[in-house]
């Protein structure tokens, strides 16, 4: 392993063939002084304290970490520890092993300047992976801390130093990048109570829609994949791991989780509801049942040409959209509509058997997505709901810790794998050229609110049970009373 520079470490791509609860290619350090306690199988490390698992992380002149283990350790650390105090123990076994070093042989202080590199390594893929952790300045103190440290092994030529200083000013350009875009989405965002239009009399049929704007249903969902893209690419690995340390844990000195993190997930989750409103608000608002029923049809299209795609998250929202009840009980507009092809997308999303349809789809689309030669075979975006749930039940049926104490790790090896996995759906760059208008009409476009959406509804047919005819009646009492 050269030294010169971090970049010529070799790497092993981030979960290469982990598929289970292994992670092939782990390397294994001296278990001499390092630490006793770790487990292994298979070649991994399944459990361990803490403190062993931070020794795990530390690079020696002998020996560097997987970026497995990098990736996953510093990605769960933060459920038992905080990034700085973490920080500072890294330091700690830095220092160690510097002065060990150069109190030892002449072919052991020959050594210092490669055991600088690969602590320099360590540093960049966390501050490159995970810069929000450095967000404050204890982190930032103890990183300049050991970076200083550090640089005092190359005092001669000053290249440690060089790359340090670079690595600093790109931790703080995507710091600060990071900072903007949370401005903006602030500056946007909507007031909570904003619940969207209340429909108080029937809408005009020369009221703009959504086929005025775009009636090729492959375009549309092109445009929704890259609204998608843009949604996600905002989304960190921190910002996931929220799902975990917001939940009570063992570790009596677990870090609190950072409000500001779960705004990014919070924001997405919006997207995909406004989505389905949307879908429903341009069904319900039609008039004419021929029309109404040519929009169902259209969305239905939407959709399945974003399951082409591979963009999940979108054609489940659709689908939501259009089993709202609003939407669901217009029998007259569902009996004129060719529903064969809509059969097909509500059996992909099937919710039986844990949507065991839906995650064979998924299955595919990931498969695919590796041995593609372009990006628009590698577009994988799921359905985020039930990606969310899965890393919270997998929290929920595995403890944090062991009966022995040990942390269990073969549960945040299957976290990481699956939340990796999404880092790299989500890096993808859209390959359809972007459409401003339409983009502009399926995020500003007026929403209605659940009752706008009924009171539409029962515009166009009127209500057919004693459950309907009592909801009717109420819904136009309330329109009476703020007339």
Known sequence: MLLETPETMPQTPIFSSMLGSSCSGQVQPDMGERCVDPVYQDGNIVSGSLEALIERLVPTMDYYPDRTYIFTFLLSSRVFIHPHELLAKVGQICIKQKQQLEAGTEAEKAKLKSFAAKIIQLLKEWTETFPYDFQDEKSMKELKEIAHRITQCDEENGTVKKIISQMTQNLLLALSARSQYQEIKEKFRQPATDKGTILKTKPQSTQKDILSVCCDPLILAQQLTHIELERVSNIYPEDLMQIVSHMDSLDNHKCRGDVTKTYNLEAYDNWFNCLSMLVATEICRVVKKKQRTRMVEFFIDVARECFNIGNFNSMMAIISGMNLSPVARLKKTWS??????????????????????????????????????????????????????????????HTNRLPNGQINFKKFWEISRQIHDFLTWKQVECPFEKDKKIQSYLLTAPIYSEEALFIASFESEGPENHMEKDSWKTLRTTLLNRA
Do not use: W
């Open 336 to 397: 004129k509509v060719k529903t064969a092809k809509f059969d097909v997308l509500e059996h992909h999303m099937d919710p039986s058997s844990n949507f065991c349809n839906y995650r064979t789809a998924l299955q595919g689309a990931a498969q695919r997505s590796q041995t593609a030669n372009s990006n628009r075979e590698k577009i994988v975006i799921p359905v985020f709901n039930l990606f969310i749930k899965d890393i919270y039940f997998l929290h929920k049926i």
